[in-house]
């Protein structure tokens, strides 16, 4: 049985749980920073919410079930506007995993995108992340090209898929 999701902003009271799935290892090996996140730097990035994306480049939601329950986060980055394309990430707790929010998440910012005048979603996925890759090829993403060595993995230095997807 798939659950019903639905996506809503940022609020302070999400500290915690953004905290911890910030931290939580095989996301924060993934993020830009490849860091642990301090809680001061979560309450700081939830505080200057809700800066518009045009003034920030990204849309950063909350993922939730049909009750309420925060499944993690997705997010629009790098929003090039003139261009009309963003990067596309999504973090959820592991819980929620393999049920069908992923997806559902995916199509949800699909039509934020699009709501934005985005035309091109593009998705960076190592290469071991083989859960996200199929994700991304369920989603309809074409494999455009490999990132060599591109992130700075547990294992070393690792390749990176390269997806797009015209929406």
Same mark, same amino acid.
């Given at each position: 049985m798939t659950l019903p999701i639905h996506l809503r902003a940022l609020e302070p009271e999400d500290l915690e749980w953004v905290y911890a799935l910030e931290n939580t290892p095989d996301v924060a090996e993934v993020s830009a920073d490849h860091v642990p996140v301090s809680r #001061?730097? $979560?309450q *700081? #990035? /939830?505080s200057q919410q809700p800066a518009t994306p045009l003034e920030t480049g990204? &849309? *950063? +939601?909350v993922v939730c079930t049909g009750d309420d329950v925060v499944a993690g986060l997705i997010d629009l980055t790098s929003i090039d506007f #003139?261009?009309?394309h963003a990067e596309v990430g999504i973090a959820l707790i592991p819980s929620f995993r393999k049920q069908g929010v992923a997806q559902q998440a995916l199509q949800a910012i699909e039509a934020k995108a699009r709501q934005l005048a /985005?035309?091109? +979603?593009t998705a960076h996925v190592p290469v071991h992340v083989a859960s996200s $890759? *199929? &994700?991304?090829?369920r989603a309809g #993403? @074409? &494999?455009i090209? @490999? +990132?060599p060595q591109y992130y700075n993995g547990q294992n070393g230095r690792e390749d990176v898929l390269l997806f797009l997807k015209e929406i």
């Open positions: #001061y730097a $979560v *700081r #990035y /939830l990204e &849309l *950063r +939601l #003139y261009n009309a /985005l035309c091109v +979603l $890759v *199929r &994700l991304f090829q #993403y @074409t &494999l090209g @490999t +990132l």
